[in-house]
C-alpha cells in the first residue's frame, strides 16, 4: 500500500471532475500487455458515452459489467493506451491480489451526477 498523498487545497479537489455512468459496451482489448476490456460508459445527456480502457478482467467479465454503474473522472485529457483513445478514468481500488475492484455507488443514481 502506498504512502496517504500530501494535503491538498479543497479548491484543487474540485478540479476533478468525478462523475457517475453505466457501462453501455463491454469489449476485449487483447493488443495491451495487461488484459483489460474497452468500455464504454453513458454519462447522462451532457457528457454523454465516453471510452475506457480498464485492467479489471481478474474481478469481472463483460456480462458483469453491462449496465453496471461506475465511477470515472471525466475531465482529464484523453489518453492513447495501444490502439485506443481513453477518454475517461475508471476508478476502483486494489483488492488482496492487487488486482482492481470498481468504485461504485451504494445505489442507482441518475448518470452523469457528480461525486461531492
Not at 453505466?22 to 483489460?36: D, I, L, M, N, W
Request: aromatic content about 8%; overall charge neutral; hydrophobic content about 45%.
Amino acid at each position: 500500500m502506498s504512502d496517504a498523498a500530501p494535503p491538498i487545497a479543497f479548491d484543487d479537489f474540485l478540479k476533478v471532475d468525478v462523475r457517475v455512468g453505466t457501462v453501455v459496451g463491454v469489449e476485449p482489448f487483447p493488443q495491451v500487455r495487461k488484459p483489460a476490456f474497452k468500455l464504454r460508459i453513458d454519462f447522462g445527456p451532457e457528457i454523454g458515452v465516453k471510452k475506457s480502457s480498464a485492467q479489471i478482467t481478474a474481478n469481472y467479465t463483460a456480462e458483469t459489467l453491462l449496465g453496471r454503474q461506475v465511477v470515472a473522472v471525466v475531465n482529464f485529457p484523453p489518453r492513447q493506451i495501444g490502439p485506443f483513445m481513453s477518454e475517461v478514468l475508471t476508478m476502483g481500488f486494489p483488492d488482496d491480489a492487487g488486482e482492481v475492484v470498481l468504485a461504485v455507488p451504494e445505489r442507482k443514481v441518475p448518470d452523469g451526477h457528480r461525486l461531492y
